[in-house]
């Protein structure tokens, strides 16, 4: 059964390109969740979405982040112009939508900003 | 105050030893409680979840509420190098969303 896949695995780019992050979540889960993980804030939610609607980006940072699911396979996580301090690894979550049930992690994208 | 309250350590022990890791927590909103494992360069997988105060055991490790004073344990019995990662405790509430504390290094020496 395959879990939540991320890519890339890496990143490094220079200050102001254009830095997309990609997931595809776990076949039948209706909830997926963007996570950014730093040694100074630890692992924040950015944003989820529910059924391909975003429910809740109260995390987003500010308007150079931006997340879309166009599909129930497939999420973007785009940062335009990317800055070094967006440096972190971004995971991707997703769950099933009955009772408590946890969050399962992809391995995340490793991003630098140079 | 942030929600979750996590001890970062690092935290050293010998093998075979007892570890408990411990998590405070604002809010008393409906939740639930997971204790979460990340090796290194890895995503975080689910170790154990509770809903409610108590004990509830799982082979080496057992998982602690405490909500009357909205405490949370983890405690690891005979510790294994391979225990060896980081953990973090997390608080769910009705919306779906969880709240993670900023996680505790351990590390078990053979």
């Known amino acids: 059964d395959a879990g939540v896949i991320q890519s890339p695995r890496h990143e490094v780019t220079e200050m102001g390109q254009e830095v997309t992050l990609r997931c595809k979540p776990i076949?039948?889960?209706?909830?997926l969740f963007w996570y950014r993980q730093t040694m100074m804030r630890g692992l924040e939610l950015l944003i989820y979405?529910?059924?391909?609607?975003?429910?809740?980006d109260s995390g987003m940072p500010e308007d150079r982040f931006s997340a879309k699911m166009p599909n129930a396979s497939f999420s973007t996580l785009k940062i335009q112009p990317s800055e070094p301090r967006d440096s972190a690894v971004y995971f991707c979550?997703?769950?099933?939508?009955?009772?408590?049930?946890?969050?399962?992690f992809g391995d995340g994208t490793r991003l630098s900003i140079l | 105050q942030k929600e979750v309250e996590q001890d970062p350590g690092p935290l050293s022990v010998p093998e075979g030893a007892i570890v408990s890791l411990n998590c405070t927590y604002s809010?008393?909103?409906?939740?639930?409680f997971m204790w979460y494992r990340q090796y290194s360069r890895k995503g975080p997988e689910l170790l154990m979840y509770?809903?409610?105060?108590g004990n509830k055991e799982d082979g080496r490790f057992t998982a602690q509420v405490d909500k009357s004073s909205k405490y949370i344990s983890l405690f690891i019995r005979d510790s294994q190098p391979s225990d060896s990662a980081t953990y973090l405790c997390?608080?769910?509430?009705?919306?779906?969303?969880?709240?993670f504390g900023k996680g505790t290094l351990l590390t078990v020496n053979p």
């Open positions: 979550a997703s769950r099933d939508r009955l009772g408590n049930q946890p969050q399962h």
């Open positions: 076949s039948g889960h209706d909830y």
């Open positions: 979405f529910n059924n391909n609607v975003p429910i809740d």
């Open positions: 809010n008393s909103a409906f939740q639930y």
């Open positions: 509770t809903y409610s105060s």
């Open positions: 997390a608080k769910g509430g009705s919306n779906y969303k969880l709240t």
